[in-house]
C-alpha cells in the first residue's frame, strides 16, 4: 500500500464548477499536508497546506482534512481553465522530508 | 530575489557514465532534497540533507550519491548511469520549521540515459 494515494484522473469539470480533488494517508503519526500543482513540464508550487482538523481556506481553494478517516482534500471552487494542471497531495511524516502521492490530473473545460 | 536553480537543464548520456546534476539555493534553507519524477510514481526522494555534511538515503537511493559542503548546493551523483535513471529530477529546498516545513522546487533536469 502506498503511504499517500490519490486517484490519477483525470478528473474533467466545466467551467465555474466545483473541482474536488481526495488524497488518503497510510501512515497515523502524518503531521501535516500540503497541496502542490504542477503544470506540464514544469515543477510542483505549493498552494496550500493544513495541519489540523477541519477546513482551511484560501480564495478559492479550501483544503479539508480528517486526521480520524486518514483523508484530506483539495476544493477549487469557480474552476478556471488555468487550473487545469496534475495536483500533488504529500503528507510530512516528521523525517523531515515529504512523502508525495502520484497526483491527479484536473481538466477544466472551457 | 532568492530562488532554487538547477543546471543542466536537459542532459543525455549513456549508459555507465557518471553523471553530475547541480542545484542552488539562495534562500540559505538548511534542509536541500533531491527528488525524481516518472509518470505514475509522483514524486519519490533519493537524499536529503539537515545542513552541511549531513546526507541521508531516500526511498530510492541506489545509485545515487549526494555531498553536501556548503548551504547553497546540493549535487547529485549517478555513479554509473542505468537506462532505469532516465528521469526527471528535481531539487527542492526548505528552513525547517517543524510540521509547517514548505518545501520550494527548482525547474527540474530531465535526463536521459541511452
Known amino acids: 500500500q502506498k503511504e499517500v494515494e490519490q486517484n490519477s484522473g483525470p478528473l474533467s469539470v466545466p467551467e465555474g464548477a466545483i473541482a474536488s480533488l481526495n488524497c488518503t494517508y497510510s501512515?497515523?503519526?502524518?503531521?501535516?499536508f500540503f497541496w502542490y500543482r504542477q503544470y506540464s513540464g514544469k515543477s510542483p508550487e505549493l498552494i496550500m497546506s493544513?495541519?489540523?482538523?477541519g477546513d482551511k481556506e484560501d480564495g478559492r481553494f479550501t483544503a479539508q482534512l480528517n486526521k480520524a478517516s486518514q483523508y484530506v482534500s483539495l476544493l477549487i471552487r469557480d474552476s478556471q481553465p488555468s487550473d487545469s494542471a496534475t495536483y500533488l497531495c504529500?503528507?510530512?511524516?516528521?523525517?523531515?522530508?515529504?512523502?508525495f502521492g502520484s497526483g491527479t490530473r484536473l481538466q477544466v473545460q472551457p | 530575489d532568492a530562488e532554487i536553480t538547477q543546471s543542466p537543464r536537459h542532459k543525455i548520456t549513456e549508459t555507465g557514465r557518471q553523471v553530475t546534476l547541480a542545484c542552488h539555493q539562495t534562500?540559505?534553507?538548511?534542509?536541500m532534497f533531491w527528488y525524481r519524477q516518472d509518470l505514475g510514481h509522483g514524486l519519490r526522494l533519493i537524499h536529503y540533507?539537515?545542513?552541511?555534511?549531513?546526507?541521508n538515503k531516500g526511498e530510492v537511493s541506489d545509485g545515487y550519491s549526494v555531498s553536501r559542503s556548503n548551504t547553497e548546493d546540493l549535487p547529485l551523483t549517478l555513479e554509473s548511469a542505468a537506462s532505469s535513471q532516465t528521469s526527471v529530477y528535481f531539487c527542492?529546498?526548505?528552513?525547517?520549521?517543524?510540521?509547517?516545513?514548505?518545501?520550494?522546487f527548482g525547474p527540474g533536469t530531465r535526463l536521459t540515459v541511452l
Open positions: 527542492a529546498s526548505s528552513d525547517y520549521q517543524g510540521s509547517t516545513d514548505t518545501q520550494y
Open positions: 540533507s539537515y545542513g552541511v555534511h549531513d546526507t
Open positions: 501512515d497515523r503519526g502524518s503531521q501535516s
Open positions: 534562500w540559505n534553507h538548511n534542509n
Open positions: 504529500a503528507a510530512y511524516t516528521g523525517r523531515r522530508a515529504l512523502t
Open positions: 493544513i495541519y489540523s482538523n
